[in-house]
Nanobody
Framework: QVQLVESGGGLVQAGGSLRLSCAAS????????MGWFRQAPGKEREFVGS????????????YFADFVKGRFTIVRDAAKNSAYLQLNNLKPEDTAVYLC?????????????????????WGQGTQVTVSS
């Protein structure tokens, strides 16, 4: 079982930045994908981005939703079993609860990366609010 805990959300003005953290604990695999989704009130959960690797020392690959358009990045810290979502140039429409998700397998297609069902574990989410 894997537990995920997100942190780093908050209130920021449009154009500002936030860094969200997702820490994984419990039984973890050397192959992993950690993803971020978001859900705004009254809207469906949508994929934001993910990072995947096939071994502890292997390079990572990232996938992002089209709406990100270079504003967000994801990095991982293998030693801390954590992933970080850097949100830059935030817009009011980015306001949502951001959820971390993980699966104990590497991801080789953007289609899989963007499917909520691809992920077996989910965190509780952290609120991001962007004011205009």
């Amino acid at each position: 079982q894997v537990q995920l805990v997100e942190s780093g959300g908050g209130l920021v003005q449009a154009g500002g930045s936030l860094r969200l953290s997702c820490a994984a604990s419990g039984r973890t695999s050397t192959k992993q994908t950690m993803g971020w989704f978001r859900q705004a009130p009254g809207k469906e959960r949508e994929f934001v981005g993910s990072i995947t690797w096939s071994g502890t020392l292997s390079p990572s690959r990232t996938y992002f939703a089209d709406f990100v358009k270079g504003r967000f990045t994801i990095v991982r810290d293998a030693a801390k079993n954590s992933a970080y979502l850097q949100l830059n140039n935030l817009k009011p429409e980015d306001t949502a609860v951001y959820l971390c998700a993980a699966t104990e397998q590497a991801t080789y297609s953007s289609a899989d990366a963007g499917r909520a069902r691809w992920y077996a574990y989910w965190g509780q989410g952290t609120q991001v609010t962007v004011s205009s």
